[in-house]
């Protein structure tokens, strides 16, 4: 009897321990306080660095705080207008015939590794009124805190929205509870007549045009916090291997009168704590 007493005691212990351990899902907060991005020959950047370009304030630092929070980075519009047209507005020239365009892109100091060419519209752009850029977001790369993604928002050339949901703009797009944008849209080129879906008006002073690359940036997407084992899961572990070592002293006849009905509690409180789990992710 006391054999059966202490493996199921044990059995309780470890699947407890294993209900109550921090999630490895769980990120850490990050703060991005400076930004910097190059397109073939030209450099945006944050206003507390030094580029050609110096566009998005981040002031003292955009703080992600939970896992899935994200920073969104594109031109900053209104008066500043098209100010981060990446491809064929890029002064060091990204469109098509022009030498490829590598993007780079450093957050709080760190280069980014990895790449695609999506801010350059692949070297594909062949200028003029036409050809339209909108694309949804493609991963770019990553650090063990974020992830980055790159897009692009075009709803002033003429041609259909290029993104593959027909809306000219990578989502999210918006400042919204986990998502925080920088950036503004601008009035419409002169002599513009839109008439495309999606596309943006062309009243002066509604500011709803977008030519511009977009710079997604997300917390926990790649990098997450390592679980470390609280007390109160210790404790538990503990008393489950104490069960074990005394269970492991009792008779052979005893053990095996015990071990299928402690095995099947135990699967179950596993089980239990899997479902729980799933249910938080």
Not at 89 to 114: E, Q
Not at 115 to 140: I, K, T
Request: net charge negative; proline share 5%; with cysteine.
């Amino acid at each position: 009897m006391r054999s059966a007493l202490f493996i199921t005691v044990a059995a309780l212990a470890i699947g407890g321990a294993a209900m109550i351990a921090p999630a490895a899902s769980e990120a850490v907060s990050v703060t991005i306080t400076s930004v910097s991005v190059t397109v073939g020959g030209t450099t945006w950047c944050s206003t507390n660095l030094a580029c050609t370009n110096p566009i998005w304030d981040l002031g003292s630092g955009v703080n992600l705080s939970a896992f899935g929070n994200s920073l969104i980075l594109t031109q900053t519009g209104g008066a500043a207008g098209y100010n981060f047209d990446t491809s064929e507005g890029n002064p060091g020239g990204c469109g098509i015939g022009a030498p490829a365009c590598a993007t780079s892109i450093t957050i709080n100091g760190v280069l980014i590794g990895g790449g695609n060419n999506l801010l350059a519209n692949g070297n594909a752009d062949p200028g003029g009124n036409n050809h339209n850029e909108a694309a949804n977001y493609a991963a770019y790369g990553a650090t063990p805190a974020v992830s980055v993604f790159t897009g692009y928002a075009d709803n002033v050339h003429l041609d259909a929205c290029a993104d593959a949901d027909h809306n000219c703009q990578p989502d999210p797009f918006a400042n919204s509870a986990t998502d925080h944008l920088i950036g503004e849209g601008t009035d419409a080129p002169t002599g513009f007549v839109e008439t495309n879906p999606n596309h943006c008006s062309t009243t002066p002073g509604t500011n709803t045009c977008f030519n511009a690359g977009v710079i997604w940036i997300v917390n926990g997407a790649v990098g997450e916090r390592r679980a470390v084992p609280e007390p109160s899961t210790l404790l538990l572990l503990a008393v489950g291997i104490m069960g074990l070592a005394a269970w492991g002293r009792s008779s052979p006849t005893r053990r095996h009168r015990t071990v299928a009905g402690a095995l099947a509690l135990g699967a179950s409180v596993l089980l239990l704590s899997g479902d729980g789990a799933t249910k938080d992710q």
